[in-house]
């Protein structure tokens, strides 16, 4: 009996395990960055709807091209928590048009990007519509319009259906209020 009364008075191993359990609560609700370099080595089993990487030899920039309905898939990111999409494209398309370029987050459209530039681009959209958080998993899609090169080049034989050029995304939490 004396060893469980000295076991509950211990102080020093209740404010031990007080911490801990703070640490642990803490670490659960600290969300980090997701930075995706599109065209990397890693980035191809969270994609769905691209090309193969492609770079560009002039800037060493490592791309994809999308499709018109590229997808971006991310497990367990929703979970009703707003976050900033940033993301960096390139919108050309022959004849000097600029690809139109709709944002959808899990089915609801977020935005319809203004059509002002050919060359890359950062956009940075705050997510925090509740309808396209609702869901526990993130389903990013980037419609756009599409060319087929050999339909519209003179010189190509290049049969796919391309969207935008896309090089960079990353997910920043935002803090709830």
Request: proline share 5%; net charge negative.
């Amino acid at each position: 009996m004396a060893r469980l009364k000295r076991f509950v008075l211990d102080w020093q191993l209740w404010l031990a395990l007080l911490l801990a359990f703070t640490a642990l609560t803490l670490a659960y609700q600290i969300r980090i960055p997701l930075v995706l370099d599109i065209g990397g080595q890693t980035d191809r089993i969270l994609l769905s709807w691209v090309f193969d990487p492609v770079i560009d030899k002039a800037t060493q920039t490592r791309y994809r091209w999308t499709t018109g309905g590229t997808e971006l898939d991310l497990r367990a990111w929703g979970a009703h928590n707003p976050f900033e999409l940033e993301f960096r494209a390139a919108r050309a398309h022959p004849q000097d048009r600029i690809a139109a370029l709709t944002l959808f987050v899990n089915d609801v459209e977020i935005a319809a990007l203004p059509q002002h530039s050919r060359a890359w681009e950062t956009y940075t959209l705050p997510i925090t519509d509740a309808r396209a958080l609702a869901s526990d998993d993130l389903r990013i899609r980037f419609a756009s319009d599409t060319y087929v090169p050999r339909d519209e080049l003179p010189d190509s034989s290049d049969a796919r259906r391309l969207g935008v050029m896309l090089d960079t995304v990353i997910l920043r939490p935002l803090v709830q209020t």
